[in-house]
């Protein structure tokens, strides 16, 4: 028997019926000489990993996430990437548990703990949920669900490896929604949402998950350091593989749709002010009996 959730909607057929017509509608515009890698991140995890580098910290999410720490915690990151958030959980907590299944991005996170010189990082290759068991005080999880195609098998395993609490840290739209524009002008139809914040919010009260949800300043501004930069990125995006005279169009539609700022960079008009951090405790508070 289906347990449907708010509003009368199965969240967890939604979020799945929402991540397969993304993934078709991207696979039906990929040009056929678009270079395929097993890795995603093979060849963007270089500018992935400067541009967590630049971003301003603590961010919105940190803010809200290391009050909630005690130096005596082990922390669970999954998808923790090129290491955005690893030097402040570093810091903040006695352990920090980095999971993340890209070669290209671990070699970046590894490079970066030998560079700060971060000594209480376990750095594992796996994809969550992990086939062995692995348990923290605290698990986090920071834009990474969107790429999850079964996100309740994802959500349950975070749950059952926090002995205390988990947080998700999402956009109410996909990160990259802001670069839709250009999907639209070279593809001729709106892009396809993939599932975020509100999908995953509801997602977990049809699990019987009791989270909450606060939303907190965007501080990192989506931005590329130059147009050269923005092509790659929207180029990869539209599932285009390089063609001068496409190119060419990419980087005057950039022009025209992004905007650049005083450092020179380049960003969308338009970008949201608040994600969303959606946490739970995994730990029954008995009440207070008088």
């Known amino acids: 028997m289906i347990q449907f959730g708010a509003g009368g909607y199965d969240w967890l057929d939604v979020w799945r019926r929402m991540y397969d017509a993304e993934r078709e509608q991207a696979e039906a515009a990929t040009d056929p000489a678009f270079e395929h890698h097993v890795d ?3 060849t963007r995890a270089t500018r992935f990993a400067r541009v967590s580098r630049q971003a301003p910290q603590p961010d919105g999410f940190m803010q809200f996430l290391l009050p909630r720490l005690r130096a005596t915690d082990t922390v669970l990151d999954l998808g923790a990437g090129a290491g955005r958030y690893i030097p402040l959980l570093s810091r903040a907590a006695a352990q920090v548990i980095a999971l993340e299944p890209s070669g290209a991005m671990r070699a970046q996170l590894e490079r970066r703990l030998i560079e700060e010189q971060l000594h209480n990082v376990d750095v594992i290759a ?41 947080y998700l840290y999402l956009g109410l739209q996909h990160p990259t929604t802001a670069l839709s524009p250009f999907w639209e002008r070279f593809h001729g139809m709106p892009r396809l ?29 989506f931005s590329f350091n130059s147009a050269d930069e923005a092509l790659h990125e929207i180029r990869h995006r539209l599932r285009y593989a390089p063609a001068p005279r496409r190119d060419a169009e990419i980087l005057a539609a950039i022009t025209e749709i992004l905007v650049r700022n005083d450092d020179g960079s380049w960003s969308p008009p338009a970008l949201p002010r608040h994600a969303a951090v959606i946490w739970w405790p995994t730990v029954t508070i008995e009440p207070v009996r008088s």
């Open 40 to 42: 995603e991140w093979t």
């Open 126 to 166: 796996a994809q969550w949920p992990t086939e062995c068991a692995i348990a923290a005080d605290v698990v986090i999880s920071a834009h990474v669900a969107y790429a999850v195609r079964e996100i309740g098998p994802f959500l349950e395993a975070m749950t059952k490896a926090a002995r205390r609490s988990c």
């Open 193 to 221: 949402p993939l599932p975020a914040a509100m999908e995953a919010f509801n997602a977990l009260h049809q699990l019987n998950i009791p989270a909450a949800m606060e939303l907190v300043p965007l501080i990192n501004r």
